[in-house]
């Protein structure tokens, strides 16, 4: 009995901070849209490409945010994978947008 309500601990303590990830990335991502107008020139074909690809990964990442928020027990670890590398593609998009927003 110890064991399902650790397990059921973990798995509220990883949807708390799952959902603060996804708003703080969220929010990364509209501040990154508002930087627009201030692209250079010469990067706004590779800013509107790479926030093509990050505005797929968002669409992902929520989805992969509401399976977590609903999994079943016998899903969760699979779906804990899954948002993770998810929610880790997804600011690697931003590693790659940030140079032309400085």
Same mark, same amino acid.
């Given at each position: 009995?110890?064991t399902?309500? !650790?397990?059921?601990?973990?798995?509220?303590?990883?949807?708390?901070?799952?959902?603060?990830?996804?708003?703080?990335?969220?929010?990364k991502?509209?501040?990154?849209?508002?930087?627009?107008?201030?692209?250079?020139?010469?990067?706004?074909?590779?800013?509107k490409?790479?926030?093509?690809?990050?505005?797929?990964?968002?669409?992902?990442?929520?989805?992969k945010?509401?399976?977590?928020?609903?999994?079943?027990?016998?899903?969760?670890?699979?779906?804990?994978?899954?948002? !993770?590398?998810?929610?880790?593609?997804?600011?690697?998009?931003? !590693?790659?947008?940030? !140079?032309?927003?400085k």
């Amino acid at each position: 009995m110890e064991t399902q309500i !650790s397990k059921k601990t973990d798995k509220e303590n990883f949807k708390k901070k799952a959902k603060k990830s996804i708003d703080e990335i969220f929010a990364k991502f509209d501040k990154l849209e508002a930087k627009k107008d201030n692209i250079k020139e010469k990067g706004k074909a590779e800013y509107k490409e790479i926030m093509a690809d990050l505005k797929s990964k968002k669409a992902d990442l929520q989805q992969k945010y509401d399976k977590l928020e609903n999994a079943t027990e016998d899903k969760w670890e699979e779906v804990k994978q899954t948002f !993770s590398k998810a929610a880790d593609s997804f600011e690697e998009g931003f !590693s790659k947008i940030g !140079s032309l927003t400085k």
